[in-house]
Each structure stands twice: as C-alpha cells, then as structure tokens.
C-alpha cells in the first residue's frame, strides 16, 4: 500500500514537473515572439523618423562648426537649440551664409559638420576631457581622407539623431 501512494505521488509529481516545463517553454515561445513583434513595432515606429531627422541634424552640425569658427552670426546656438527649434528653411540660409561660397558637399563643410556632430556627442563630458578629445578630432580630420571623413561624419549623424526623434 505504502508503494501505491508512493507510485501516485512520484507519478503526481511527474506529472506536475511536465505540465510546468510545458508552461514555461510556452513562455517563453510567447515572450520571443512578442520580443520579435515588439522589434517590428520599434523598426515601424522608429525608422522612418530617424530618416527623416537626419538631414536636418546633418546641415545643423554643418552650421554650427561652421559659425563657430567663423562667427558668422552672433547669436551663440546650442546644437539642441538648432535641431529642436530653427526652421529648416532659415537654417539652410544660415548654412548658405557662412559656408560663404561654398556647398553643403564641400570639404570644409563636411569638416564643419564633422566638428559640430562631436561637439554634442561629446557634450555630456568635463570640460577638460571635451577639450581633450575635441583636439583629437581636430587632428583626425586633418589626416583622413574625405571618403573617411564622410563615413565617420555619417555614423556620427546617424548615431546623434537618435536622441533627437521625437
């Protein structure tokens, strides 16, 4: 008698064991199919925002190196400021103003752009440590090819646009 009860309880044991192991594995089905539903979500919701920030991120950079260096209006913008708030319009005027001549596709202007994108990736640092590596972008600029430049100043725009999508 003592090994009947002892048979019914490992069998209800068993049986409890199986039925949690199914549950679980049912689980954790349904959790990485709503992680691969939450994934198309982001990508549907995300992507077409993030292509469409980015030119204007791009010009902005463009303007902001530029007049930092040469002064070209006084007023001392933010990058945020620029991005978040200025007409696309006005700024590409501003961008026009400055580059004095030259293109949104010339070498001083991706160099411009290349200098502004860093300055606000690197905005969150000390001071000394900005300064620090702002230098070391400087000097990078002044050995890489264009075609370098082009791609860091890509991935640097497509990477700080992403704290721009609203």
Not at 31 to 59: D, G
Not at 114 to 137: H, I, N, W, Y
Request: charged share 25%.
């Amino acid at each position: 008698m003592a090994d009947k009860k002892l048979s019914s309880v490992a069998l209800l044991l068993g049986v409890s064991l199986l039925t949690a192991s199914f549950t679980l594995i049912a689980k954790a089905e349904q959790s990485a199919a709503m992680s691969e539903q939450h994934k198309q979500w982001l990508r549907n919701e995300f992507v077409p925002k993030h292509q469409a920030i980015i030119p204007k991120v791009a010009v902005a950079d463009m303007f902001y190196g530029c007049n930092l260096d040469r002064k070209v209006d006084p007023i001392p913008y933010q990058l945020a400021q620029i991005i978040e708030k200025m007409d696309k319009g006005q700024l590409a005027e501003k961008l026009d103003l400055c580059l004095k001549g030259d293109t949104p596709q010339s070498d001083s202007a991706l160099n411009y752009g290349l200098v502004g994108c860093f300055t606000d990736q690197l905005s969150a640092l000390p001071k000394e440590e900005r300064d620090e590596k702002m230098e070391l972008v400087t000097g990078a600029i002044e050995r890489l090819s264009r075609e370098q430049r082009q791609k860091s100043f890509t991935k640097c725009v497509s990477e700080q646009a992403i704290k721009y999508i609203k």
